[in-house]
T-cell receptor, first 116, second 109 residues
């Protein structure tokens, strides 16, 4: 079964709305989680690394004030798209991995965000 | 992380083996070779990974060239559910993954 849960799976909202997406590791603790976005027929693009108890690390070109990341516990990271506009419409995906050894990344099922 | 090169797409028939190639000529000694796949409208799914030796698991096999400059993901009997985009990724440290364009596998009945 799923080991990373992402919620909601789909959001449709008006321009100017802020949208929060949750990513939970279900049966393990994750000090680090990752957020990606994906446009139609394109590959995943890493947005940021979410670090429990400290600031997220953003990839070049990603606006940290636009995409707020909070990793307040070892099993939950949130991504808030602030004042969303149509160009923010995308598929947002999170991932996490168990610590130790060569553990693979586990991905959530993604959140499809549509801004009208 | 070093770059990988994969064909844009491949086709297969159901129940036939599929060999998905990946070139990574600039691989470093500490790079692991990871394979993930993404089914339509889902997040990626881990398939397999390896360092130097060939690897087998319930999903697939990974054949790694002796010089490690290339690898092949082998699906022994393709099913319609294997239709997905397959990503070959090099990674040291098992932290953030950098996705390339992958190979879109089409499986025909």
């Amino acid at each position: 079964g799923a080991v990373v849960s992402q919620h909601p799976s789909r959001v449709i909202c008006k321009s100017g709305t802020s949208v929060k997406i949750e990513c939970r590791s279900l049966d393990f603790q994750a000090t680090t989680m990752f957020w990606y976005r994906q446009f139609p027929k394109k590959s995943l693009m890493l947005m940021a690394t979410s670090n429990e108890g400290s600031k997220a690390t953003y990839e070049q070109g990603v606006e940290k004030d636009k995409f707020l990341i909070n990793h307040a516990s070892l099993t939950l990271s949130t991504l808030t798209v602030t004042s969303a506009h149509p160009e923010d419409s995308s598929f947002y995906i999170c991932s996490a991995r168990r610590t130790g050894g060569d553990q693979p990344q586990h991905f959530g099922d993604g959140t499809r965000l549509s801004i009208l | 992380d070093a770059k990988t090169t994969q064909p844009n797409s491949m086709e297969s028939n159901e129940e036939e083996p599929v060999h998905l190639p990946c070139n990574h000529s600039t691989i470093s000694g500490t790079d692991y070779i990871h394979w993930y796949r993404q089914l339509p409208s889902q997040g990626p799914e881990y398939v397999i990974h390896g360092l130097t030796s060939n690897v087998n698991n319930r999903m697939a096999s990974l054949a790694i060239a002796e010089d490690r400059k290339s690898s092949t993901l082998i699906l022994h009997r393709a099913t319609l559910r294997d239709a997905a985009v397959y990503y070959c990724i090099l990674n040291t440290g098992f932290q953030k993954l950098v996705f390339g364009t992958g190979t879109r596998l089409l499986v025909s009945p």
